[in-house]
């Protein structure tokens, strides 16, 4: 196939980013799993902690909270590049920060410098950074920052961050608490329920789950479902998943399947959340998850994203499964969610696989749904299919539809097939 000039173009853009994003994923990677740095400034003013006072301290359980911290971040996979301070820094280093086009040397070098991070060098990276044009456009350089800064003076990170516009201010916290979080949450956690008040602690919780999650799956759930603004407590869970979702599938799974009864709303919206990282890497596998939980809306979170996602591979092989669903439900509403995939691109398909359901009442939903799919295309069809539902209400509504929308279009045709198939219709136009 021939390469297009646009398509060149396009793949010059796209390398960069990609690139950039490979960078930025190693990088926090990295300095996650390091041991962090000490400094004068860490908790009390000239008082530097020693690197064994963090021994023990996950096994501690935080003040005032539900969760405890059974296991430890693992900082010896590599060799630590935060153990120690230098006692000079490479101004020059400094100097050359974000003078390149190109995104990829900017970040690299950024990298390079953010390694060596400490009080000597702060003052000075940070002028740097903030020669960077506000908002979106330093997002990244931002998160890399604020992750560094918080691995030897969070409170000071958290504290600049905070004066940052209101875009900005919200992301460079959350960075900072879950740098800090994933290798103190205990003194990170106490920090939060003493400075902040109680109205907007689960604004800062997000950061704080985003950082524990990485060590400690069950402590990071314990914080979540303390969380009562439902906001926050989506975009925490989002960043819990993630970090469950990265390292095992199947436990992803169990651990969403095995979240408290008494919580449905926040297991439905995880289970969905999960659903959607599983489904998107392998929806045959979702599928099988979703034959193992009760009738109910956790189900029906997941039989929705595995019809979105494997559908795009094979509708035949989708509908077959919805077929097959177990009675109940949720087996008709997986029905109208793969019309809802289907109808629009194959209407003939979708049409002579719906004909192999018995009537039933149950179905009206995937029927009227069809009706509405293709009446711009097939409203002759449409409308048959309209009049075939069994509800009444539900009938007269979505024969309605079809036919104003048909009338729009072709208004003899429309009046034609409403005289002679549906005459109550015309009894709406008399008026």
């Avoid at 301290?57 to 693992?74: I, L």
């Avoid at 009706?371 to 409308?383: F, G, Q």
Wanted: net charge neutral; charged share 30%.
């Amino acid at each position: 196939m021939k390469v297009t000039e646009k398509q060149k173009k396009s793949s010059k853009k796209i390398l960069p980013i990609w690139l950039a994003s490979v960078v930025i994923a190693f990088a926090i990677g990295r300095f996650s799993s390091e041991t962090p740095v000490t400094s004068p400034n860490y908790f009390e003013s000239g008082r530097g902690i020693k690197e064994d006072e963090h021994k023990g301290v996950w096994k501690q359980k935080a003040e005032g909270r539900k969760a405890t911290f059974s296991k430890t971040p693992d900082s010896n996979k590599r060799g630590s590049q935060f153990t120690t301070f230098h006692t000079g820094h490479n101004q020059t280093n400094i100097d050359r920060l974000f003078k390149s086009r190109d995104p990829l040397t900017r970040l690299s070098n950024f990298v390079e410098v953010l390694e060596n991070l400490g009080p000597h060098s702060i003052e000075s990276v940070k002028s740097a950074f903030e020669t960077l044009q506000s908002g979106t456009a330093r997002k990244q350089e931002m998160e890399l920052l604020f992750h560094a800064w918080s691995k030897f003076a969070p409170k000071d990170a958290i504290a600049y961050g905070n004066s940052l516009d209101k875009t900005e201010s919200s992301f460079a916290v959350r960075a900072a608490l879950a740098s800090w979080s994933s290798y103190d949450a205990p003194n990170a956690i106490k920090w939060v329920e003493q400075e902040i008040e109680e109205s907007k602690q689960d604004q800062y919780q997000v950061g704080i789950i985003q950082g524990v999650a990485t060590f400690d799956t069950d402590a990071a759930t314990d914080l979540l479902l303390e969380m009562k603004n439902s906001n926050y407590r989506f975009q925490a869970s989002s960043a819990l998943v993630k970090n469950v979702t990265g390292d095992d599938l199947a436990k992803a799974m169990n651990w969403a399947s095995e979240l408290p009864e008494d919580e449905p709303y926040i297991k439905t919206t995880v289970i969905g959340q999960v659903a959607h990282e599983v489904a998107r890497q392998d929806p045959e596998r979702c599928a099988e998850w979703a034959l193992t939980l009760d009738e109910g809306d956790s189900r029906k979170r997941i039989v929705s994203t595995v019809i979105n996602y494997w559908s795009r591979k094979s509708y035949k092989a989708t509908a077959d499964w919805v077929q097959q669903f177990p009675e109940g439900n949720n087996r008709y509403y997986a029905i109208e969610q793969m019309v809802n995939q289907w109808a629009w691109r194959n209407p003939v398909d979708t049409a002579n696989w719906l004909n192999q359901f018995p009537s039933s009442e149950k179905l009206d939903p995937a029927i009227d749904n069809f009706a509405r799919r293709i009446m711009h295309k097939e409203p002759v069809t449409a409308a048959d299919w309209a009049k075939s539902i069994i509800d009444a209400d539900r009938r007269n509504k979505s024969l309605d539809n079809v036919f104003k929308s048909w009338k729009k279009k072709e208004p003899e045709e429309a009046l034609a097939w409403a005289e002679s198939n549906a005459p109550e219709l015309l009894s709406e136009i008399e008026k």
